[in-house]
């Protein structure tokens, strides 16, 4: 049956008097209320051009006990729990009267822009949300038009079988704590093509499980297909809550002028009533274009100082996967507890200012809010992720220059396995440097690693160099199959960057394994800079041996691993087999350096001593990554060099 509230005192006494599967019709005109509290199985229907208007006198509003939250979020215009088949329809529109519950509004024009520090107006003591449900089941808002919310535009607390389709919502992008969507510890949830514009997040996921007063997983949520900006996130995962976050699927959206478009967050803050962080897997965010944000993705896990000891949240296994991003600030992720990330088909392309750091020391993790000046255009923190063909075209305003670096796999000729290396495209005829990376990095270092990539990437990439910089089996010190692994790199890389000469450039046990490699294929590199390397590997052994330092330690092990017999490790000494080396060789060694010893380059260099082809340098009072710093002009040198 379908009731229009035209036959009832008020819209309230429209939905008592309805029975179940009923239709409540809101017809085209003006219509102001207060709480409206609905029914299980009932569909609230606003007509094309209807209007319900939020009343501004907030005496009008009933305070619920079903709430679970402070005084000023018992309120709402719309809302119910423990309901099940309700649904919210229509063309018409819900006018929020927002700036009413403001205290310092004013009628003036506010710039629609993105605004990083935009000023929010203070909230009125007492305000709505317009739309709330506590644990529902099988809600759906279709449709409508929703303006000018004065707090929470939608807020669904512990629902399943969650539908938000075809919503438009325009909030006052200064509106304070304004979301336009807040989907906690709801589960079954599908947002699709909506278009929301407002002030704070435009969808915010969320686990807030002290709230709900009951532990529930926030799962299995869908959106797609939508149109997203915001003057803070465009979608925002975690923060609010101890829960668990899992299972969402974040594809085919448009976010445009907003502040941070992706923002996952994990912490424990005890002022926030967040006691151990929320735990936060398997989110998969494909196929979206960012227009004019500033922090495309920020990902961030960990505490306040003080509180580090209680966290117990993570953020893992995030995908980020054809997304094109047109954005004015570097992306982040890391903290204490992220892992498993995978970019794949990223394209960044950067424009900053940086007027806006003046005066600001380079932070290698910002705070939780995204703040900190970051030298990196894609900068990371206690986790390695995956990189597959990310790209950062960079202007201005960045110290590292990463651009188009593309992660590729070698099946091994060796054992069949999957080895992952990157690579950058120079100019074809230019020289090619692969870069070894050293004991407990990865080939990535060259776009995770701050000092690698402000002293070698940024000047390679400058000379339009080709890059390679290979894994290699982790921390295998060059072993036999890394050998192998490398020269079948270079054989399928050769004829695809067409470079004119080769060289091997690496510090520690990345030079190590230069080394080792040049030694073994004299025929293929034509010049080698290492950097604290180790040049016998069972004399350093026998160092180790007796030292106590955990890294050591550490080492000591990885190398009886990858080069478990004397034979071998003397197979791959370059002090014996020192006659190979003929190409031009710039060896820089710390005088202190208390991880490779300096012996290590006194003995090679005493070796090699009267060579024309051989320079040696030792930093003095230097420690093991003094020689980095000396790159730039190393490698000038070495390209002077001849065989």
Same mark, same amino acid.
């Given at each position: 049956?379908?009731?229009?509230?035209?036959?009832?005192?008020?819209?309230?006494?429209?939905?008592?008097?309805?029975?179940?599967?009923?239709?409540?019709?809101?017809?085209?005109?003006?219509?102001?209320?207060?709480?409206?509290?609905?029914?299980?199985?009932?569909?609230?229907?606003?007509?094309?051009?209807?209007?319900?208007?939020?009343?501004?006198?907030?005496?009008?509003?009933?305070?619920?006990?079903?709430?679970?939250?402070?005084?000023?979020?018992?309120?709402? /215009?719309?809302?119910?729990?423990?309901?099940?088949?309700?649904?919210?329809?229509?063309?018409?529109?819900?006018?929020?009267?927002?700036?009413?519950?403001?205290?310092?509004?004013?009628?003036?024009?506010?710039?629609?822009?993105?605004?990083?520090?935009?000023?929010?107006?203070?909230?009125?003591?007492?305000?709505?949300?317009?739309?709330?449900?506590?644990?529902?089941?099988?809600?759906?808002?279709?449709?409508?038009?929703?303006?000018?919310?004065?707090?929470?535009?939608?807020?669904? /607390?512990?629902?399943?079988?969650?539908?938000?389709?075809?919503?438009?919502?325009?909030?006052?992008?200064?509106?304070? +704590?304004?979301?336009?969507?807040?989907?906690?510890?709801?589960?079954?949830?599908?947002?699709?093509?909506?278009?929301?514009?407002?002030?704070?997040?435009?969808?915010?996921?969320?686990?807030?499980?002290?709230?709900?007063?009951?532990?529930?997983?926030?799962?299995?949520?869908?959106?797609?297909?939508?149109?997203?900006?915001?003057?803070?996130?465009?979608?925002?995962?975690?923060?609010?809550?101890?829960?668990?976050?899992?299972? /969402?699927?974040?594809?085919?959206?448009?976010?445009?002028?907003?502040?941070?478009?992706?923002?996952?967050?994990?912490?424990?803050?005890?002022?926030?009533?967040?006691?151990?962080?929320?735990?936060?897997?398997?989110?998969?965010?494909?196929?979206?274009?960012? &227009? +004019?944000?500033?922090?495309?993705?920020?990902?961030?896990?960990?505490?306040?100082?003080?509180?580090?000891?209680?966290?117990?949240?993570?953020?893992?296994?995030?995908?980020?996967?054809?997304?094109?991003?047109?954005?004015?600030?570097?992306?982040?992720?890391?903290?204490?507890?992220?892992?498993?990330?995978?970019?794949?088909?990223?394209?960044?392309?950067?424009?900053?200012?940086?007027?806006?750091?003046?005066?600001?020391?380079?932070?290698?993790?910002?705070?939780?809010?995204?703040?900190?000046?970051?030298?990196?255009?894609?900068?990371?923190?206690?986790?390695?992720?995956?990189?597959?063909?990310?790209?950062?075209?960079?202007?201005?305003?960045? &110290?590292?220059?990463?651009?188009?670096?593309?992660?590729?796999?070698?099946?091994? =000729?060796?054992?069949?396995?999957?080895?992952?290396?990157?690579?950058?495209?120079?100019?074809?005829?230019?020289?090619?440097?692969?870069?070894?990376?050293?004991?407990?990095?990865?080939?990535?270092?060259?776009?995770?690693?701050?000092?690698?990539?402000?002293?070698?990437?940024?000047?390679?990439?400058?000379?339009?160099?080709?890059?390679?910089?290979?894994? /290699?089996?982790?921390?295998?010190?060059?072993?036999?199959?890394?050998?192998?692994?490398?020269?079948?790199?270079?054989?399928?890389?050769?004829?695809?960057?067409?470079?004119?000469?080769?060289?091997?450039?690496?510090?520690?046990?990345?030079?190590?394994?230069?080394?080792?490699?040049?030694?073994?294929?004299?025929?293929?590199?034509?010049?080698?800079?290492?950097?604290?390397?180790?040049?016998?590997?069972?004399?350093?052994?026998?160092?180790?041996?007796?030292?106590?330092?955990?890294?050591?330690?550490?080492?000591?092990?990885?190398?009886?691993?990858?080069?478990?017999?004397?034979?071998?490790?003397?197979?791959? =000494?370059?002090?014996?087999?020192?006659?190979?080396?003929?190409?031009?060789?710039?060896?820089?060694?710390?005088?202190?350096?208390?991880?490779?010893?300096?012996?290590?380059?006194?003995?090679?260099?005493?070796?090699?001593?009267?060579?024309?082809?051989?320079?040696?340098?030792?930093?003095?009072?230097? +420690?093991?990554? =003094?020689?980095?710093?000396?790159?730039?002009?190393?490698?000038?040198?070495?390209?002077?060099?001849?065989?």
């Amino acid at each position: 049956m379908i009731r229009s509230i035209q036959d009832y005192p008020s819209i309230q006494d429209a939905i008592n008097a309805s029975d179940p599967y009923d239709v409540v019709r809101i017809p085209p005109g003006r219509h102001e209320a207060g709480t409206l509290l609905l029914k299980s199985h009932l569909t609230l229907r606003l007509d094309p051009q209807a209007v319900l208007v939020a009343f501004p006198d907030i005496s009008r509003y009933s305070h619920v006990d079903w709430a679970r939250v402070s005084q000023c979020g018992q309120i709402c /215009l719309l809302g119910g729990h423990d309901l099940e088949d309700v649904s919210i329809e229509g063309d018409g529109i819900i006018e929020g009267n927002g700036h009413l519950f403001w205290e310092n509004y004013q009628e003036k024009k506010i710039p629609h822009a993105m605004i990083w520090g935009i000023e929010f107006f203070k909230p009125g003591e007492l305000r709505p949300k317009l739309l709330y449900f506590v644990n529902c089941r099988d809600l759906r808002i279709r449709g409508i038009t929703i303006r000018n919310a004065p707090f929470y535009t939608i807020h669904a /607390l512990g629902c399943d079988q969650l539908e938000i389709d075809h919503v438009t919502v325009r909030n006052n992008r200064s509106g304070p +704590n304004t979301d336009i969507l807040d989907i906690d510890c709801c589960a079954d949830v599908r947002i699709t093509n909506c278009d929301l514009d407002g002030g704070d997040d435009a969808v915010a996921v969320k686990s807030d499980i002290a709230m709900l007063g009951r532990d529930k997983v926030c799962e299995r949520l869908q959106i797609s297909n939508n149109r997203l900006s915001s003057t803070c996130c465009g979608i925002r995962v975690g923060f609010e809550g101890d829960g668990e976050i899992r299972d /969402l699927l974040f594809t085919d959206n448009i976010v445009y002028d907003t502040n941070k478009c992706i923002d996952i967050l994990s912490i424990a803050r005890k002022d926030r009533g967040i006691r151990h962080g929320a735990r936060i897997s398997n989110l998969i965010f494909s196929n979206c274009l960012l &227009r +004019n944000v500033r922090r495309a993705i920020h990902v961030w896990s960990g505490a306040d100082e003080g509180e580090k000891s209680e966290y117990g949240g993570f953020i893992r296994h995030l995908l980020f996967s054809g997304i094109f991003a047109d954005c004015s600030d570097a992306s982040f992720a890391g903290g204490i507890a992220v892992s498993d990330l995978t970019f794949r088909d990223v394209r960044f392309t950067f424009r900053r200012d940086l007027s806006q750091y003046i005066g600001q020391a380079p932070v290698t993790m910002t705070d939780v809010w995204g703040r900190g000046y970051l030298e990196q255009p894609l900068s990371f923190h206690g986790v390695t992720p995956r990189l597959e063909n990310v790209v950062c075209e960079n202007q201005p305003g960045f &110290r590292m220059f990463s651009r188009g670096f593309e992660e590729k796999k070698l099946v091994s =000729s060796v054992d069949g396995t999957s080895q992952r290396y990157f690579v950058r495209h120079g100019k074809a005829g230019n020289p090619c440097f692969i870069i070894l990376h050293g004991h407990g990095s990865m080939g990535d270092q060259l776009i995770t690693r701050p000092d690698t990539a402000k002293r070698w990437t940024k000047f390679l990439i400058e000379q339009d160099f080709s890059i390679i910089s290979p894994d /290699l089996r982790g921390n295998a010190w060059m072993s036999e199959a890394a050998i192998r692994d490398l020269t079948d790199i270079i054989a399928a890389e050769k004829p695809i960057l067409a470079w004119d000469k080769l060289f091997l450039t690496a510090g520690s046990m990345g030079g190590t394994g230069a080394f080792i490699f040049a030694a073994r294929h004299p025929e293929l590199p034509d010049g080698v800079a290492a950097f604290g390397a180790a040049t016998d590997l069972e004399t350093y052994l026998e160092w180790l041996k007796t030292q106590e330092k955990p890294i050591l330690k550490e080492i000591a092990r990885a190398i009886e691993k990858n080069h478990p017999t004397e034979a071998i490790r003397k197979n791959a =000494s370059v002090c014996l087999h020192a006659e190979n080396l003929s190409m031009p060789i710039w060896y820089l060694h710390g005088g202190a350096d208390e991880i490779i010893p300096p012996e290590q380059a006194h003995s090679f260099a005493k070796i090699m001593h009267g060579r024309t082809n051989f320079h040696f340098r030792e930093i003095p009072g230097g +420690n093991h990554d =003094s020689p980095l710093r000396f790159y730039e002009e190393t490698v000038k040198e070495l390209l002077k060099g001849k065989r």
